[in-house]
């Protein structure tokens, strides 16, 4: 039997940390730092990235 994780947001990535709680979150200077953090997180967490706007994106697992 195989035990995954599923719909739960992995971590966030945005320019004010003041924005998120109770998730892991990164702080990035612009979008395009947001934008390649994203990235790279949800390649490595094998999750989806969302904006959620204001700055913030999320990594989700589905």
Do not use: C, N, W
């Not at 739960?8 to 979008?31: E, H, M, N, Q």
């Amino acid at each position: 039997m195989e035990v995954t994780i599923q719909k739960v947001v992995l971590a966030a990535i945005t320019d004010d940390l003041s924005k998120v709680s109770g998730v892991p979150a990164f702080l990035a200077k612009d979008d395009a730092s947001r934008q390649t953090k994203a990235m790279y997180l949800s390649r490595i967490l094998q999750g989806a990235v969302h904006d959620l706007g204001d700055g913030v994106l999320i990594v989700v697992k589905h």
